[in-house]
């Protein structure tokens, strides 16, 4: 979003607080360019010819995100049975979508493959039973190369007591497996978690499943997971991706012409692909001055988004109403009756109530994780996109709240006339 004259804008010259006035808060919006702008981005940035992103689809399932991006290229990355079937409705191809869950049960797995997408497994039991079960499909192994990053420790995924993955150190008794099911290890795959911020840290990760990959002859893959971060902050601290790019392409180049083959790199980006593209506008209901703070209170909590208050997110806020009035410091709280504070102590431009402020960064793991939490409706999205804004889902109503309730004829009716 952009200053200019006075007046916020998204891409295209679209001015947000039309799309409240035309579809209210609060409102999820995100900005299509911003999306393709990081696409080209992530594209340019890894030289390797044979490189392929698969979007990490958790951070945003809505269906138009998915076309969004399926027509740039992206395969799909999923980590449920309902994120590949929303995928294939998107249109992507079975084989441009990798599953890779944690902590499934085989069966869905066996789901999984018979709606013929890859499958990537993250556990030597599961492993002995896939390979039982459908000898002749093969999948990709999930390893765990015990590097500790990420934001912080709820993100983090790679460390050595992590839940995710199989150890490097157990790769002995994964071959054991391979040896006596038959099956086929088409690819090795990695994800050491969100938010890292070191080129050094990728490197060292991928060195340790190229290690193992000596091990595997019959690769056709590699995949090197995400963990890139975007700012959240004017001149915040985000993933060198240009960096990160040359770096592994060079070195993957050289680990191909090492295994005799040249292997196909593939990345899943989340958060880089659509964080920064995400703005959530909300009103303030009330402005509440108590002895030690201002509060500036708005339609929207938890519920809606609950990052800073899961795992300490920094969203930046700011007054889009009024864009260049004077600044006072506001503590900006939601409506749920929990504490669900979305910024302490922030400096925003004068704000009164009814005044939309927008919380930046909200296209990755915001709106999909929203809940219903004190009965209130999830909002509606709207992707601007090429100068034009579309509604892409609706508001809930208050049959959203109770379609699959079954009311049974069990209570008893108190008289309470006598
Ligand atoms: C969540 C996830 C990603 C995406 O992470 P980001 O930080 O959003 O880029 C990639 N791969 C796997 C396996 C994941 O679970």
């Known amino acids: ?91 992507f191809a079975p084989q441009d979508i990798l599953y890779t869950p944690n902590g499934v049960s085989i069966d ?11 499958i990537n497994i993250d556990n030597i039991s599961i492993l002995e039973q896939f390979g039982q079960k459908y000898p ?37 008794h994964v071959l054991r497996v391979v040896e006596a099911t038959g099956i086929r290890v088409e690819g090795l795959h990695m994800h050491t978690g969100s938010d890292i911020l070191d080129a050094e840290v990728f490197v060292r990760g991928a060195e340790i499943l190229m290690a193992a990959a000596q091990n595997f002859p019959d690769l056709d893959y590699m995949d090197f997971g995400s963990g890139f971060k975007v700012p ?15 770096k592994i392409s060079a070195r993957f180049a050289d680990f ?72 006072r410091i506001y503590t900006v709280v939601g409506y749920i009756c929990e504490t669900d504070t979305f910024g302490v102590n922030r400096k925003l431009t004068e704000v009164h109530e009814g005044d939309i402020l927008c919380l930046h960064n909200a296209g990755a793991y915001c709106f999909s994780m929203a809940s219903n939490y004190n009965s209130r409706y999830r909002p509606a999205e709207v992707l601007v996109y090429r100068g034009k804004a579309h509604l892409i889902r609706k508001r809930e109503t208050f049959e959203d709240l109770v379609r699959n309730v079954r009311e049974v004829g069990i209570f008893v009716e108190v008289d309470i006339s006598s």
């Open 1 to 91: 979003m952009t200053l200019e004259n006075n007046r916020y804008t998204l891409s295209g010259g679209i001015d947000p607080l039309d799309l409240v006035a035309e579809y209210d808060a609060p409102l999820y919006v995100y900005d299509g360019d911003i999306i393709e702008r990081q696409w080209n981005r992530i594209n340019d940035a890894f030289t390797y010819p044979k490189t392929k992103f698969n979007y990490a689809c958790k951070a945003n399932t809505n269906l138009n995100i998915l076309r969004l991006l399926r027509g740039f290229g992206a395969g799909l990355d999923c980590v449920s049975i309902q994120e590949i079937r929303l995928g294939l409705l998107a249109g």
């Open 108 to 118: 869905e797995l066996s789901l999984a493959a018979e709606l013929g997408v890859r």
């Open 136 to 172: 002749d499909i093969p999948v990709c192994v999930r390893i765990n190369p015990h590097i500790l990053a990420g934001g912080n420790s709820k993100i983090s995924t790679g460390h050595i007591d992590s839940k995710f993955g199989i150890s490097f150190h157990q790769v002995p």
């Open 232 to 246: 959240y902050y004017p001149g915040g601290n985000a993933t060198n991706i240009e960096a990160v790019g040359e």
């Open 256 to 327: 191909c012409a090492d295994y005799g083959r040249d292997l196909t790199m593939v990345f899943e980006p989340g958060k880089f692909l659509v964080s920064e593209s995400g703005f959530f506008l909300v009103k303030t209901n009330v402005v509440k001055t108590t002895l030690s703070t201002v509060f500036a209170g708005i339609d929207s909590g938890l519920n809606h988004l609950i990052r800073p208050m899961l795992y300490d997110a920094h969203h930046e806020i700011t007054n889009i109403s009024n864009p260049v009035g004077r600044t």
